[in-house]
């Protein structure tokens, strides 16, 4: 599994993605592989937010 990019990194991304510099060259700047901050830059274009998904627990399921 991947390292989690927090939340000063996803920030950090999303500036200079505006700035115009592409995911590669800022990908050797913060020092994360292009493919994780593709997905940052997605979650941005998509659903205009820069933290994770709140995820719901699995139903717990009661017995007698």
């Known amino acids: 599994m991947g390292a989690c990019t927090v939340l ?3 920030q950090l ?4 993605f505006k700035n115009g510099k592409s ?3 800022i990908a050797e700047i913060i020092k994360r592989s292009h493919s994780a901050l593709q997905h940052v830059v997605k ?6 937010r820069l933290t994770g998904k ?4 699995a ?6």
Request: charged share 40%.
């Open 8 to 10: 000063k990194e996803r």
């Open 13 to 16: 991304v999303i500036n200079n």
């Open 23 to 25: 995911l590669i060259e």
């Open 43 to 48: 979650s941005y274009k998509k659903e205009n």
């Open 54 to 57: 709140v995820r719901k627990s």
């Open 59 to 64: 139903k717990e399921s009661f017995t007698a």
